[in-house]
């Protein structure tokens, strides 16, 4: 019987599925011819997806399929049929890097551990590497060990555990974590802060700010009015750094200050740092338009404000020095402060107290003290 033929539409190269090129017979030349012409039609179809001009770049697909047609093929068969497209060592370059790689990453098993350390071993590596980012891997496994919790633990368990939560070796930790609020925590006892505020005072001339410049040690919160004046200038500012650095009457000095945090205000003259560094006092610029850098003094100037200067009609420069420093003193000696854990910065030294309750008012009642009046 005559086998009929059809004139069917033939489908682009680029779009022959590769599952459709297999050929009849079952010797190995015809299994060659079959491995050469897959090879050929895989090349022709991404040559076709490409459409790009020389030179070639193909994609991580593209250099899968040639690769893998080029090792069944044999690699000497390919490089006569890869002429004119690329060299063979690059496609046995895409094999080895690209085929047999991918091969073994998805055959390699994940190592799980069968002696993993408990979630509080790690928490506690964790926070030893952060509080401390001077701290090795010995030193901070020793320092486990040496609490004796039950367990021991290498440095190379501190390592990896570390590696897990992404916190680099000490070195670069330490590097990273040299910020602002690091330095605060290493010099707290001996850190203080001072800055400027103005206040409006109604004068016979009309109203004039008046700059008011406190000092505050931020470990006990204790503050101190260092100046109130019009317009201080070098004079007045170098005056008043030796004043804050006498020997023995000094407030820099008897607080044992050795840091001093201030912004980058004009007012702050070179006479008056001068005479801080010469006392053996460093002073420490925060950042530009960064007021958080010093928030501690800035918290204070708006209690100040909002409890006292807000409230009055302040005539004149002496009734300004009166207000500011009743609420200084009400502030170091009267008022519970929550940076303190509810405690005053000097409170009264009383032996013994009564039972009955006194109530103490500073500028007509607008700062309040309660407390149990002594026996």
Request: aromatic fraction near 8%; hydrophobic fraction near 40%; glycine fraction near 6%.
């Given at each position: 019987?005559?086998?009929?033929?059809?004139?069917?539409?033939?489908?682009?190269?680029?779009?022959?599925?590769?599952?459709?090129?297999?050929?009849?017979?079952?010797?190995?030349?015809?299994?060659?011819?079959?491995?050469?012409?897959?090879?050929?039609?895989?090349?022709?179809?991404?040559?076709?997806?490409?459409?790009?001009?020389?030179?070639?770049?193909?994609?991580?697909?593209?250099?899968?399929?040639?690769?893998?047609?080029?090792?069944?093929?044999?690699?000497?068969?390919?490089?006569?049929?890869?002429?004119?497209?690329?060299?063979?060592?690059?496609?046995?370059?895409?094999?080895?890097?690209?085929?047999?790689?991918?091969?073994?990453?998805?055959?390699?098993?994940?190592?799980?551990?069968?002696?993993?350390?408990?979630?509080?071993?790690?928490?506690?590596?964790?926070?030893?590497?952060?509080?401390?980012?001077?701290?090795?891997?010995?030193?901070?496994?020793?320092?486990?060990?040496?609490?004796?919790?039950?367990?021991?633990?290498?440095?190379?368990?501190?390592?990896?555990?570390?590696?897990?939560?992404g916190i680099p070796p000490a070195g670069e930790r330490g590097a990273r974590r040299r910020r602002w609020r690091h330095f605060i925590a290493a010099h707290w006892h001996t850190l203080a802060s001072c800055d400027f505020t103005s206040i409006p005072v109604l004068t016979l001339t009309g109203f004039r700010w008046v700059n008011v410049?406190?000092?505050?040690?931020?470990?006990?919160?204790?503050?101190?009015?260092?100046?109130?004046?019009?317009?201080?200038?070098?004079?007045?500012?170098?005056?008043?750094?030796?004043?804050?650095?006498?020997?023995?009457?000094?407030?820099?000095?008897?607080?044992?200050?050795?840091?001093?945090?201030?912004?980058?205000?004009?007012?702050?003259?070179?006479?008056f740092t001068d005479i801080l560094d010469k006392a053996g006092v460093t002073t420490r610029l925060t950042p530009v338009k960064a007021p958080n850098a010093n928030a501690h003094i800035e918290r204070w100037f708006r209690s100040l404000?909002?409890?006292?200067?807000?409230?009055?009609?302040?005539?004149?420069?002496?009734?300004?020095?009166?207000?500011?420093?009743?609420?200084?003193?009400?502030?170091?000696?009267?008022?519970?402060?929550?940076?303190?854990?509810?405690?005053?910065?000097?409170?009264?030294?009383?032996?013994?107290?009564?039972?009955?309750?006194?109530?103490?008012?500073?500028?007509?009642?607008?700062?309040?003290?309660?407390?149990?009046?002594?026996?």
């Open positions: 019987m005559p086998i009929r033929s059809f004139n069917l539409p033939r489908p682009p190269i680029h779009e022959i599925d590769m599952r459709l090129c297999i050929f009849p017979g079952t010797s190995e030349r015809e299994a060659a011819l079959r491995c050469q012409v897959d090879l050929l039609l895989v090349v022709i179809k991404h040559l076709v997806d490409e459409r790009a001009p020389k030179p070639l770049r193909f994609s991580d697909e593209a250099r899968r399929d040639i690769a893998t047609h080029a090792q069944a093929v044999g690699w000497k068969a390919a490089a006569v049929l890869l002429v004119g497209v690329c060299a063979l060592t690059t496609v046995q370059g895409w094999f080895k890097h690209v085929v047999e790689r991918a091969t073994r990453t998805a055959k390699r098993k994940t190592h799980t551990g069968g002696n993993r350390l408990p979630p509080r071993i790690r928490k506690l590596v964790r926070r030893m590497a952060i509080d401390n980012p001077s701290w090795g891997y010995d030193t901070i496994a020793n320092a486990i060990n040496g609490l004796d919790i039950g367990r021991t633990i290498s440095d190379q368990s501190v390592g990896n555990i570390l590696k897990e939560y410049l406190v000092f505050m040690h931020l470990a006990t919160r204790r503050v101190h009015v260092a100046c109130i004046h019009q317009q201080p200038d070098d004079v007045v500012m170098a005056q008043v750094a030796r004043n804050l650095t006498m020997a023995d009457t000094g407030w820099l000095t008897v607080n044992g200050i050795t840091h001093l945090i201030r912004d980058r205000d004009g007012k702050f003259s070179d006479p404000k909002e409890y006292c200067t807000d409230l009055f009609w302040i005539v004149g420069e002496a009734t300004l020095r009166h207000v500011v420093h009743e609420y200084a003193a009400f502030h170091n000696t009267e008022r519970y402060h929550q940076g303190l854990g509810g405690q005053i910065p000097d409170p009264p030294e009383v032996k013994v107290w009564g039972d009955v309750i006194h109530r103490k008012v500073r500028l007509g009642g607008l700062l309040s003290y309660y407390h149990r009046k002594a026996a």
